[in-house]
């Protein structure tokens, strides 16, 4: 009896406990923690390994909320710093034409300026709705086996002249005899145009460009063989910054506010990467900046 008396309110205040805590997870207060006591060998009850559960679930639910807002607050930054500086001077050529006029010596160079400007803000919109679509998985995925040595030479032929102009060599190794993976053609076809792409805007001018294959060799038999996709280049400009920032300054649009990139390229590939059920890392190292794309071997 005596044991009950000191037992039971104990174990009654605990439950009370993580009633109260449920209660304020269901309301939407998921930084609240419920209580949780060891006794004195360190050991936790059965209510006490409930209430840590509840604690570890809110707190992985708080954490995924606040990724949201975060990802919603660098869209918004994104529309308005990249809008705001397209369309500031959009806004200023167009009334120097009306107060000079179309016969102005000065009306073709206004009319380039508009047009290229014109041509971002198109590209702009196509990049944050292929953006959109990306991130929430909206996209058909047809998977397939193709061959990703072929793809990059379709893609870096498409590329030339633009890396040709910015004096950029193209190094290749190649150390897998066969680089078929398991993809789907048009994803993949973007992830290295935006790969190859970002290169030719943002890498160092009259610079180097190495780019590597190579499979994965398992330690298991249980574990698939996965074929690395690696992009290295020289930033042309400062990049001593992690590689978290430097995704957030691309989806935030902070780079490229002055280049014609709309800074978006890096994150629809992660996304459509995913989306193939691959992995996309970045890693930056001082000025060298390296993206690998991995995906599972056919």
Not at 71 to 81: G, H, P
Not at 173 to 190: F, P, V
Not at 250 to 262: A, C, I, L
């Amino acid at each position: 009896l005596v044991l009950i008396l000191i037992f039971v309110p104990k174990q009654v205040k605990k439950f009370t406990a993580i009633k109260e805590g449920i209660e304020e997870v269901k309301s939407g207060n998921l930084s609240y923690k419920i209580p949780v006591e060891e006794d004195a060998k360190g050991v936790k009850g059965e209510f006490d390994r409930m209430a840590e559960g509840i604690n570890d679930i809110s707190q992985a639910s708080n954490i995924a909320v606040q990724n949201e807002l975060k990802n919603q607050r660098m869209k918004t930054e994104l529309i308005s710093n990249v809008s705001h500086d397209l369309k500031t001077p959009l806004i200023s050529y167009i009334d120097l034409m009306k107060q000079e006029g179309l016969d102005s010596p000065n009306a073709p160079e206004y009319l380039d300026i508009i047009d290229n400007k014109t041509q971002r803000l198109k590209d702009l919109t196509e990049n944050l709705f292929e953006a959109a679509k990306a991130s929430s998985g909206a996209i058909p995925v047809n998977m397939e086996s193709i061959d990703l040595s072929s793809l990059m030479t379709q893609s870096l032929a498409e590329m030339e002249e633009r890396l040709s102009a910015r004096g950029l060599q193209i190094q290749v190794k190649n150390e897998c005899e066969d680089t078929h993976i398991m993809a789907d053609g048009q994803l993949m076809w973007r992830v290295l145009e935006n790969l190859l792409g970002n290169v030719s805007k943002y890498a160092m001018d009259n610079s180097r460009v190495y780019i590597d294959i190579r499979e994965t060799e398992p330690k298991s038999t249980e574990v698939k063989k996965m074929v690395i996709f690696e992009v290295k280049n020289i930033s042309g400009a400062p990049l001593n910054i992690s590689a978290d920032e430097l995704m957030e300054r691309f989806k935030r649009g902070d780079e490229s506010r002055n280049t014609e990139g709309s800074g978006l390229g890096l994150a629809i590939a992660k996304d459509l990467v995913k989306l193939m059920n691959g992995v996309f890392e970045i890693t930056v190292d001082g000025d060298l900046f390296k993206a690998t794309v991995m995906m599972e071997k056919a």
